[in-house]
């Protein structure tokens, strides 16, 4: 596959910032599986960008974009460390910041980093994608096994009593029960559900 250092990319009015093509996770869905871009921007990393190299590309009019978004094609708390200086920095020039995130920062550095996190990003989108821990590894196929779904409730529970605007998304394909189910997830874990339409 060919490597790009598209470390930023627009879509819809954000700007978001693609600090990874690692992830913990090897979802059925992704579209890494199959493609090395994403809405015309190519995004699989020849390597990792410094919180300098993506601060460069960060316009001098903040507010050109709506929201700054980690995201892209891997999981953005795998540099944790970038993410909350990158984030630090554009949350002192006035930017909205947004994590999208599978949520698995805590399995992955063995501890809670709400807190790290509270000062970088104003909101946390996490992907719960399933309504249970087996449906989950079936889909997601997360390098930790089932304790994966059971872990990233406790990191949204714990970014949402920080203060962070967090919240699940699930996609409507899973169907009424299990998102009914997903929503009964999200309010013991004192968050809101998202549900978005399937875009195949
Ligand atoms: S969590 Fe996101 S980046 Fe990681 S494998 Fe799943 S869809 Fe791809």
């Not at 919180?51 to 050109?64: G, K, N, Y």
């Not at 990003?121 to 079936?138: H, Q, R, T």
Request: glycine letters at 6%; hydrophobic letters at 40%.
């Amino acid at each position: 596959m060919e490597r790009f250092t598209n470390f930023t990319y627009e879509l819809d009015g954000n700007l978001y910032l693609n600090l990874t093509s690692r992830c913990t996770n090897d979802c059925t869905f992704c579209v890494r599986n199959d493609k090395a871009e994403y809405f015309g921007h190519k995004l699989w990393l020849a390597r990792e960008p410094s919180p300098e190299e993506v601060l460069a590309r960060i316009p001098a009019d903040i507010a050109r974009y709506k929201e700054y978004v980690f995201c892209g094609f891997g999981e953005p708390t795998m540099r944790l460390d970038a993410l909350t200086a990158i984030g630090k920095a554009l949350k002192a020039r006035g930017a909205t910041v947004r994590l999208n995130t599978n949520g698995q920062a805590e399995l992955l550095y063995g501890r809670d980093v709400s807190e790290e996190l509270s000062l970088a990003v104003d909101k946390i989108n996490v992907s719960l994608n399933e309504a249970n821990a087996a449906d989950y590894e079936k889909l997601c196929r997360p390098r930790f096994g089932q304790k994966a779904f059971a872990s990233l409730q406790d990191f949204a529970r714990h970014c949402a009593a920080r203060g962070i605007e967090t919240w699940f998304s699930v996609v409507d394909v899973i169907g009424e029960d299990k998102i009914e189910a997903c929503r009964k997830i999200a309010q013991d874990c004192g968050v809101t559900l998202r549900v978005r339409k399937y875009i195949p």
